[in-house]
């Protein structure tokens, strides 16, 4: 058993350094606060160690006892957190390939989060994000998953070229559009399917539109706009696998 | 036109104390950000006054030129805002009463506005939330309505009591629930509707359930939790009004 007391302590730095982008793609590291997420990445293997200000024995490979000031300092909740877990980035693949979505460009953690946690709820394979899309091991969007990063592969890479790709391994490549669109009610679902969804306010970049098999809009009426999160969810409860 | 350059000017601090609910509840006063919400309060009759830094004219009826500190002081956005406006909590009754969503104990302000965003979209009449649901007026939970709490009543009250008058009145009051529960597609649409929201960790209080005329779940696999607000968009979407 391992005790912290020092703020100035350099593995306090280190994991406060882990609340940076730049740190995370270096270390490949990320932090995640609460035992429910740690639990979820205890068992995906993702554990590196755990910090913990609370004197009880705890079911993870390595655990350092720290002081509620050096937790207060490493944790990014407002709330009181009693657990933090330094973690590697999860390394999945994925087993089969019928249902993905790609994001372009969404730039709040909390949608990018919550998109993920709705992929797994209706058995989509994987999410494929922009060079531009905002990080996933940023505390909002690892919070939104509620664990769900652990489950499924979360890819980023250049998504002009995986649309070609997913298009020669037989996929309907379908962008969300207002303009010249079908409703989900005209575009019957296939064994192969990947659905783009695009930045808060620009939408899906106009190149890759025109890369697409067919544009799909909500029917709705009035407002007219619906948060990203949202429109993935509908989306992807319409084509869910079954 | 009026000038402001003192942080320490009573107008200053009237304005900063809205950013407290009690401060909002005792004058039926609220703070917008940005000249797209502020445009929605305008044509709503709700602004009050408007605060900027800019020395430009604006289409507002009473105007404030303060300093950058003060627009600091005032604004709750980490990135630079240039009109903040002091807005009327609006006063909507709803035309034609069809469609409605109930939500019980919603806690994020995120999820709060993009429901009531949602709602507006899907062309829902209006939505009533629990005494203990947070505060519509919050900057978060405003911001995420993206102006929809301009066009659709938000009503705070006893839901209880609600579901009892919405039900004499010949609706239809379906409560969103894991167990027990029919999908959406085995629950027919019918001319008025009522569907119950819950908490984010609790779901739906067990005394509403039972008050309710039928239970729906979203039908899924794996990971059997969503996001509220994704639930929501889901069910509002395959109940929508056209």
């Not at 997420?37 to 006892?65: H, N, S, W």
């Not at 720290?66 to 009693?82: D, F, G, L, Q, Y």
Request: hydrophobic fraction near 40%; charged fraction near 25%; proline fraction near 3%.
């Amino acid at each position: 058993m391992e005790q912290i007391t020092s703020l100035q302590n350099s593995r306090v730095k280190k994991w406060c350094a882990l609340h940076k982008k730049k740190e995370r793609d270096n270390t490949g590291l990320f932090l995640i606060e609460g035992e429910h997420l740690a639990q979820e990445a205890m068992a995906a293997g993702c554990i590196q160690e755990v910090i913990t200000d609370e004197e009880r024995k705890l079911p993870f490979p390595k655990v350092f006892y720290v002081t509620p000031a050096i937790m207060k300092k490493i944790s990014e909740n407002v709330s009181e957190v009693h657990l933090i877990a330094v973690c590697r980035k999860p390394d999945l693949l994925p087993a089969k390939l019928n249902r993905v979505i790609l994001l372009d460009g969404v730039q709040d953690p909390g949608n990018l989060g919550t998109l993920i946690r709705t992929a797994i709820s209706f058995s989509f394979d994987a999410v494929y994000c922009s060079e531009d899309t905002c990080d996933l091991y940023n505390d909002k969007a690892v919070r939104s998953t509620q664990g769900a990063l652990f489950h499924i592969p979360v890819i980023r890479c250049n998504l002009n070229d995986l649309v070609k790709n997913l298009q020669k391994d037989g996929f309907k490549v379908i962008a969300t559009s207002l303009e010249k669109s079908h409703t989900i009610d005209e575009i019957p679902a296939e064994e192969k399917m990947a659905f783009i969804f695009g930045n808060e306010g620009q939408g899906v970049h106009k190149n890759l539109q025109a890369c697409a098999d067919d544009r799909l809009r909500i029917d709705m009426h009035g407002f007219e706009s619906l948060n990203v999160a949202v429109a993935g969810g509908i989306v992807m409860y319409s084509y869910r696998q079954k």
